[in-house]
């Protein structure tokens, strides 16, 4: 096939794709705030250094309320209540040689040759161990950090520098991913300077330090490794295992499909010493299983191939936590994410099952047949699964096998079988994910936390969809947390302080895991939220506490219907009338922004001396758009009551009442004259508009209620999609299409 070929293949392909996803277009938030909003009205709090970018590792410490930070040359211990008060810094460059030797390799000395801070773990009660890349030296060190709360310590020992080599990369471009247990550190990454022989490396501790089998593509296929957990297997901790999960090269892959990455999790045991005689100084309980985030579609799946970060979420069995995964996709004709959820179960299963299996070069992988050895290769040497009491015991031929058989046949699925949520089309990135599970009036959450490459965080809750274990993703929140957009590089939660703390390359943030005010000031407003940090108290909407038992408190996280919860609410306040003004043969544009963003919007109209009421529909001179409703040549019989109401679950509430009066041309050139004529008054009301009104509206005064005038011109152009989405949630409309919402009168033309 010819390039011109694949090329009018690919709109066809898209199509496709869209159809399988059942996505045209992105899935908005409820709601949308942008950092200005963040920071003038919902506590959203930043932390930089001067001359310092890369602020990639986080580690929160809810015993000593700080948190730790480490970017370019720097370590930083910052207060978890507020990140930008209290902060201690530490200078930590890499010495000027190890600058000098950098340049020389050919790397760039003023963004390559520093000590860019990869790793941060919790080593004791009083130290912690950072690691960075020491300007392509890897290099940790321990750090003192105290135990008292009311002095804060950051203080690091020059002279007692670890060799970072298997611990932190050397590029600041690859992705340390690593867990500290007891005292031992296991982490992937790459072992050398030229970043060819990357490596699972156990180091520190009593034991011996292990490493996979080197330059093996079967094991290790230049993966790119994402997170490293401890995940425990049974009562024995001779079972606990490190499971691994990376991106890669798949070696399983047909020739005729070119290189495809896949996504990854890999298994070890903690108590792994090597072999005997072969696999010595190596892992002989490695094994690894393809990991699948796709939507089944009756044409194939639509694959979300490339792994970007897995959140642990522990759960009261401490060997069964979910694992959420984030995914991207390496398609290069549409742009899409998507979030995975994982059991432990299905994990586990997957490393009891078939082996996959090569004969040569020619042949395809198919599932092994053969006589597996006994103890079953990626078994952990303890007295529940068998009488080996160390690998050094295993046979040669469990040796041989596991040398040549790391990969399993079967692969990893999601609950449910495709993605908790996914965005398609939406112009970013997923890049990093945190979950919290939370505890509601009917159940208990997930809420997770997406940080994407547009420098924003999406909230989405995980709501049961049918019988479990079947879910959704609903997309409550947007916030735009980085003015300059950098893209997320890592987050930490402390559930303890309802914080989240987000990094980029420019700086760190913080911002509260809950907005319950920002969801409106009525009870159906709150309950259509579903935000399980949120309840209607009988007044306003507030944090929600099980703990506190109240008369009035109405919240409905699964299905969201206010209805029955808010039957009988009258906290809404009544919808003042707002007046707007325009002339014959002109045009009028009537504002109805409703606060979610996925609420639908209807019109009503009532005629001027009718009782009745009748729904507007879109027709030559009449059009509904986003931010409100344009009337295209007025007539006299356009005059009348409007009344906007935002549409959402089933649940209508009216959210604008507008009076509409459409003024003859002598009436508006006699509005003119008057404002000219109007004397300078300044400050009060302008008392000369009650002359006016007294024309269109007898015994009518200035009132509280806004007014607003539209003169006659050519049909308004309604806004336009880049408009939309500069001016949503933001209220800076253009003075032609915005209404004045205030008790100020005014009149335009």
């Given at each position: 096939?010819?390039?011109?070929?694949?090329?009018?293949?690919?709109?066809?392909?898209?199509?496709?794709?869209?159809?399988?996803?059942?996505?045209?277009?992105?899935?908005?938030?409820?709601?949308?705030?942008?950092?200005?909003?963040?920071?003038?009205?919902?506590?959203?709090?930043?932390?930089?250094?001067?001359?310092?970018?890369?602020?990639?590792?986080?580690?929160v410490d809810e015993e000593r309320g700080r948190l730790f930070v480490g970017a370019e040359n720097h370590l930083a211990s910052l207060s978890l209540d507020n990140i930008s008060k209290r902060a201690k810094k530490l200078a930590w460059p890499a010495p000027v040689e190890w600058r000098e030797e950098c340049n020389w390799a050919g790397k760039d000395i003023g963004t390559e040759c520093m000590n860019f801070v990869k790793l941060l773990h919790a080593y004791n009660r009083t130290h912690l161990l950072a690691c960075g890349t020491g300007a392509f030296h890897p290099t940790c060190a321990f750090v003192e950090v105290g135990h008292r709360l009311e002095e804060p310590m950051l203080r690091l020992h020059l002279r007692k520098l670890e060799d970072g080599k298997g611990k932190s990369p050397y590029d600041p471009s690859h992705r340390a991913a690593s867990v500290l247990v007891g005292e031992e550190l296991y982490s992937g990454v790459a072992a050398d300077l030229m970043g060819r022989?990357?490596?699972?490396?156990?180091?520190?501790?009593?034991?011996?330090?292990?490493?996979?089998?080197?330059?093996?593509?079967?094991?290790?296929?230049?993966?790119?490794?994402?997170?490293?957990?401890?995940?425990?297997?049974?009562?024995?901790?001779?079972?606990?295992?490190?499971?691994?999960?990376f991106r890669e090269s798949a070696v399983e892959a047909a020739q005729a499909l070119g290189r495809l990455t896949v996504s990854r999790v890999g298994q070890i045991c903690r108590n792994d010493v090597g072999g005997q005689r072969s696999l010595v100084n190596k892992w002989t309980t490695f094994l690894k299983a393809r990991l699948v985030c796709s939507v089944p579609g009756v044409e194939g799946d639509t694959h979300f191939d490339l792994l970007q970060d897995v959140f642990m979420l522990s759960s009261r069995d401490r060997r069964a936590p979910l694992l959420y995964a984030v995914f991207s996709t390496s398609s290069g004709i549409f742009q899409g994410s998507a979030v995975c959820v994982y059991n432990m179960n299905d994990v586990r299963r997957a490393f009891l099952g078939p082996f996959a299996h090569k004969e040569g070069p020619t042949h395809q992988w198919v599932s092994y047949q053969g006589r597996v050895p006994y103890p079953r290769p990626g078994m952990c040497p303890s007295k529940t699964f068998g009488t080996f009491s160390s690998t050094k015991d295993f046979p040669d031929d469990v040796i041989q096998f596991a040398r040549n058989h790391p990969l399993m046949y079967n692969s990893v699925l999601p609950m449910g079988g495709r993605p908790l949520f996914l965005q398609v089309g939406a112009g970013y990135t997923f890049t990093q994910i945190s979950a919290d599970r939370v505890a509601a009036a009917d159940g208990h959450y997930d809420v997770l936390f997406i940080g994407t490459d547009a420098g924003t965080v999406l909230k989405v809750i995980s709501v049961p969809k049918g019988s479990r274990p079947s879910a959704e993703g609903l997309l409550l929140e947007e916030l735009h947390v980085f003015e300059d957009s950098a893209a997320v590089t890592s987050m930490q939660i402390s559930s303890k302080r309802h914080q989240l703390y987000v990094a980029s390359r420019s700086a760190v943030a913080q911002i509260a895991l809950h907005r319950c005010a920002a969801h409106g000031r009525a009870c159906a407003e709150c309950c259509l939220a579903r935000d399980p940090y949120c309840a209607w108290d009988g007044a306003a909407c507030t944090r929600f506490q099980p703990s506190v038992k109240r008369r009035?408190?109405?919240?409905?996280?699964?299905?969201?219907?206010?209805?029955?919860?808010?039957?009988?609410?009258?906290?809404?306040?009544?919808?003042?009338?707002?007046?707007?003004f325009g002339v014959e043969g002109g045009s009028a544009f009537l504002e109805c922004e409703p606060r979610s963003l996925q609420a639908r919007v209807e019109w009503s109209f009532q005629p001027a001396g009718d009782a009745a009421h009748t729904q507007v529909l879109a027709e030559e001179r009449i059009e509904h758009t986003v931010r409100g409703l344009l009337l295209r040549g007025l007539r006299r019989q356009d005059s009348g009551i409007y009344l906007c109401a935002a549409v959402e679950q089933g649940f209508s509430q009216p959210t604008r009442r507008l009076a509409l009066y459409v003024l003859s041309a002598a009436q508006a050139e006699r509005l003119a004259r008057a404002e000219v004529a109007a004397p300078a008054v300044p400050?009060?009301?302008?008392?000369?508009?009650?002359?006016?009104?007294?024309?269109?509206?007898?015994?009518?005064?200035?009132?509280?209620?806004?007014?607003?005038?539209?003169?006659?011109?050519?049909?308004?152009?309604?806004?336009?999609?880049?408009?939309?989405?500069?001016?949503?949630?933001?209220?800076?409309?253009?003075?032609?299409?915005?209404?004045?919402?205030?008790?100020?009168?005014?009149?335009?033309?």
């Amino acid at each position: 096939m010819g390039r011109a070929e694949a090329a009018a293949m690919i709109p066809g392909l898209a199509l496709l794709w869209a159809a399988t996803l059942g996505e045209a277009a992105p899935n908005p938030p409820r709601l949308r705030l942008s950092f200005q909003e963040l920071q003038a009205g919902h506590g959203l709090r930043t932390f930089r250094l001067e001359r310092t970018c890369c602020y990639e590792a986080l580690l929160v410490d809810e015993e000593r309320g700080r948190l730790f930070v480490g970017a370019e040359n720097h370590l930083a211990s910052l207060s978890l209540d507020n990140i930008s008060k209290r902060a201690k810094k530490l200078a930590w460059p890499a010495p000027v040689e190890w600058r000098e030797e950098c340049n020389w390799a050919g790397k760039d000395i003023g963004t390559e040759c520093m000590n860019f801070v990869k790793l941060l773990h919790a080593y004791n009660r009083t130290h912690l161990l950072a690691c960075g890349t020491g300007a392509f030296h890897p290099t940790c060190a321990f750090v003192e950090v105290g135990h008292r709360l009311e002095e804060p310590m950051l203080r690091l020992h020059l002279r007692k520098l670890e060799d970072g080599k298997g611990k932190s990369p050397y590029d600041p471009s690859h992705r340390a991913a690593s867990v500290l247990v007891g005292e031992e550190l296991y982490s992937g990454v790459a072992a050398d300077l030229m970043g060819r022989d990357f490596t699972i490396f156990r180091s520190l501790g009593q034991r011996p330090s292990l490493r996979t089998e080197p330059h093996d593509s079967r094991w290790l296929n230049e993966p790119k490794f994402v997170k490293v957990f401890w995940i425990p297997e049974s009562e024995n901790p001779d079972d606990d295992k490190i499971y691994f999960f990376f991106r890669e090269s798949a070696v399983e892959a047909a020739q005729a499909l070119g290189r495809l990455t896949v996504s990854r999790v890999g298994q070890i045991c903690r108590n792994d010493v090597g072999g005997q005689r072969s696999l010595v100084n190596k892992w002989t309980t490695f094994l690894k299983a393809r990991l699948v985030c796709s939507v089944p579609g009756v044409e194939g799946d639509t694959h979300f191939d490339l792994l970007q970060d897995v959140f642990m979420l522990s759960s009261r069995d401490r060997r069964a936590p979910l694992l959420y995964a984030v995914f991207s996709t390496s398609s290069g004709i549409f742009q899409g994410s998507a979030v995975c959820v994982y059991n432990m179960n299905d994990v586990r299963r997957a490393f009891l099952g078939p082996f996959a299996h090569k004969e040569g070069p020619t042949h395809q992988w198919v599932s092994y047949q053969g006589r597996v050895p006994y103890p079953r290769p990626g078994m952990c040497p303890s007295k529940t699964f068998g009488t080996f009491s160390s690998t050094k015991d295993f046979p040669d031929d469990v040796i041989q096998f596991a040398r040549n058989h790391p990969l399993m046949y079967n692969s990893v699925l999601p609950m449910g079988g495709r993605p908790l949520f996914l965005q398609v089309g939406a112009g970013y990135t997923f890049t990093q994910i945190s979950a919290d599970r939370v505890a509601a009036a009917d159940g208990h959450y997930d809420v997770l936390f997406i940080g994407t490459d547009a420098g924003t965080v999406l909230k989405v809750i995980s709501v049961p969809k049918g019988s479990r274990p079947s879910a959704e993703g609903l997309l409550l929140e947007e916030l735009h947390v980085f003015e300059d957009s950098a893209a997320v590089t890592s987050m930490q939660i402390s559930s303890k302080r309802h914080q989240l703390y987000v990094a980029s390359r420019s700086a760190v943030a913080q911002i509260a895991l809950h907005r319950c005010a920002a969801h409106g000031r009525a009870c159906a407003e709150c309950c259509l939220a579903r935000d399980p940090y949120c309840a209607w108290d009988g007044a306003a909407c507030t944090r929600f506490q099980p703990s506190v038992k109240r008369r009035f408190r109405r919240q409905d996280v699964r299905n969201g219907d206010p209805s029955t919860l808010c039957s009988g609410e009258s906290s809404r306040p009544a919808l003042l009338e707002q007046k707007v003004f325009g002339v014959e043969g002109g045009s009028a544009f009537l504002e109805c922004e409703p606060r979610s963003l996925q609420a639908r919007v209807e019109w009503s109209f009532q005629p001027a001396g009718d009782a009745a009421h009748t729904q507007v529909l879109a027709e030559e001179r009449i059009e509904h758009t986003v931010r409100g409703l344009l009337l295209r040549g007025l007539r006299r019989q356009d005059s009348g009551i409007y009344l906007c109401a935002a549409v959402e679950q089933g649940f209508s509430q009216p959210t604008r009442r507008l009076a509409l009066y459409v003024l003859s041309a002598a009436q508006a050139e006699r509005l003119a004259r008057a404002e000219v004529a109007a004397p300078a008054v300044p400050a009060g009301p302008k008392l000369w508009y009650r002359d006016f009104l007294q024309l269109v509206e007898p015994g009518g005064g200035g009132g509280t209620s806004s007014l607003r005038m539209c003169r006659p011109q050519p049909a308004l152009r309604p806004p336009t999609s880049e408009s939309r989405r500069k001016g949503r949630n933001r209220r800076t409309h253009s003075p032609e299409l915005r209404s004045e919402r205030g008790p100020r009168s005014a009149a335009r033309w």
